[in-house]
């Protein structure tokens, strides 16, 4: 407890070794350097707010309070808080710059221009007094001295370089003089470089209209500048290499067009000289031509009235044929047509009626015997009588009356209205034949 009282928050830069990270989530390591090394430990609720990964070597900075770790009676640092130091953290600014801008698409080759052959103007955006500027002159001047060079003076290094070459780039673009663009700066270390590694950089590549050629450094060096830009190059000299085509070369290819010129302007001329001899050939004399003319004309002539008569009777058995076919579309023949099946419907119509109506006969007829057959007036016509009481109710059992009851008998004509004088309920079969008749 002593030690922590004594001591407030100290800073400490070191190697990181030893790395442990148990279960727990908490992180035990040392920090050394040349002369010593100290323990440490760094425990969840702190190690959450570190945003990277910690390795092997890798070079940081701890600010840490000073403890004691009393099961062991050892000396051991409490890191609070924990970053890269130098390069370190330079390089994870560039990985997380690189990653970020990778998924925009500022790298995909679709949006890569490709650089001009033959550019009469090139525009250089560097420091004015850097050894970059000097190689690239010295290849130009050297490789086709009919270039014209745009220096965009900048600074390559230190707080405001950033945003000086963006500016650079901007008002290449906007005077729009140049028709290639090299941004660079001689080699260094990442510090150095660092410029050319900031987003700003990045996305004023990105925007330009002319094509880029990124040239910094050496060519182990790679900047975030050399994936936007459309081209890049080793170094400085290679830039120039690129952008420039050698005037011995350029030389050549004119003697080589020169020689192509003039087999083709040979070629040409003979391809004339053929025609016009050609033509000379087929060339007849205008009185020759007259003859042949006067020829074909007596020989239309004698062709001609039998070409005639041959036209003519063509067009007359045309004229026949048409006339056969409106002939026959005559509308009286249709008519005729037309009125001699309405005669042979109505025929039909007039048969399938008479037959349906006969056949409509015989069923009533058959229906009426049948009907005769069960009516009460067939039974009555043959001597029956329905006898009813004065209700109307139809007497079917004598021992429902009594003598002095009135009773009305219905023959087939008339009825008789009878009173009951004598009652005999004799169950056998009432007897048919003339005694029925008569009672």
Request: glycine residues 6%; positive net charge; aromatic residues 6%.
């Amino acid at each position: 407890m002593l030690l922590e009282s004594q001591f407030g928050s100290i800073w400490i830069e070191g190697e990181l070794s030893n790395l442990a990270r148990p279960r727990s989530g908490h992180w035990y390591f040392s920090l050394k350097d040349n002369a010593a090394q100290a323990r440490c430990a760094m425990f969840r609720s702190r190690n959450a707010l570190v945003g990277f990964a910690p390795g092997e070597g890798m070079h940081v900075l701890a600010r840490a309070r000073v403890g004691m770790y009393e099961p062991r009676g050892e000396f051991q640092l409490v890191v609070e808080h924990l970053e890269l130091a130098g390069e370190g953290m330079l390089r994870l600014k560039f990985e997380q710059l690189k990653r970020r801008l990778a998924a925009e698409g500022l790298f995909d080759e679709i949006h890569k221009a490709e650089l001009p052959v033959w550019p009469a103007r090139i525009g250089v955006v560097t420091s004015p007094s850097g050894a970059a500027i000097r190689d690239i002159l010295t290849v130009l001047k050297r490789r086709n001295p009919a270039i014209d060079v745009v220096i965009y003076p900048v600074s390559v290094q230190g707080a405001t370089a950033a945003p000086e070459i963006a500016a650079a780039i901007a008002t290449a673009n906007a005077r729009a003089e140049c028709d290639v663009l090299i941004v660079g700066r001689g080699g260094g270390s990442l510090e150095d470089l660092w410029a050319f590694n900031e987003e700003i950089v990045a996305r004023a590549l990105f925007a330009s209209d002319i094509p880029t050629v990124s040239a910094v450094g050496h060519e182990i060096d790679f900047t975030i500048a050399d994936l936007v830009a459309d081209v890049r190059a080793p170094t400085p000299s290679a830039s120039a290499e690129l952008c420039s085509t050698d005037a011995t070369e350029i030389l050549r290819l004119l003697k080589h067009l020169e020689q192509r010129l003039a087999i083709s302007f040979a070629t040409t001329l003979n391809d004339y000289r053929r025609e016009l001899r050609h033509l000379r050939a087929r060339l007849q004399h205008p009185g020759r031509r007259l003859e042949q003319y006067h020829q074909r004309i007596d020989e239309l002539m004698q062709r001609l009235p039998a070409a005639a008569g041959t036209g003519i009777a063509l067009r007359r058995s045309r004229v026949a044929t048409l006339d056969a076919r409106i002939r026959a579309y005559n509308p009286r023949h249709r008519v005729a047509s037309l009125n001699n099946r309405v005669a042979s419907a109505e025929q039909r119509l007039h048969t399938a009626m008479h037959r349906q109506l006969q056949a409509r006969r015989a069923a009533f007829d058959e229906t009426s015997r049948a009907l005769a057959a069960v009516s009460p007036k067939a039974t009555l016509a043959r001597g029956y009588a329905i006898v009813t009481d004065a209700a109307g109710r139809i007497a079917r059992d004598a021992a429902n009356y009594t003598p002095g009851d009135r009773v009305t008998a219905s023959l087939a004509r008339g009825r008789l209205a009878l009173d009951v004088t004598a009652i005999e309920t004799d169950t056998e079969p009432f007897p048919t034949g003339d005694r029925n008749e008569r009672d």
